[in-house]
């Protein structure tokens, strides 16, 4: 991941429909079709999970869908959906170089680029 790029960490609850063996986490992107990001599998009695997405994209609108599933790959409740959410990143540093000149003893400073 470059620097300045985001990414979002989701976390849930888990389902309290019995015989639920993982959980599908999917993503759209400005309200294009669902894409699979990833699949969390439910442990035991444990409450809340939490799955980390990729770099997402700036300027863009993203929305996440978390369903439950059995093993047998049924779906067993709704699922939940997280978003929209706008994606604005922190802007890069200015770029720039600073020039010492000992004559009249100034500091020049210039932004590359």
């Keep these: ?18 015989g639920v063996a993982y959980y599908l986490v999917e993503e759209s992107v400005d309200g294009g079709a669902w894409t699979e990001i990833g699949r969390v599998f439910a442990v035991g009695d444990q409450w809340q ?11 863009a609108e993203y929305t996440w869908r978390i369903t439950p599933v059995d093993a047998a790959d049924n779906e067993c409740d709704a699922p939940l959906t997280i978003g929209p959410e706008l994606v604005v990143r922190t802007p890069d540093a200015v770029a720039f170089d ?14 590359r680029g």
Excluded: C, H
């Design 1 to 18: 991941m470059a620097l300045g790029d985001k990414q979002k960490t989701l976390w849930f609850v888990r389902s309290l429909t019995s």
């Design 98 to 111: 600073v020039t010492f000149n000992p004559g009249p003893t100034t500091v020049t400073i210039d932004e």
């Design 49 to 59: 999970y939490q799955v980390a997405t990729a770099a997402l994209d700036d300027l």
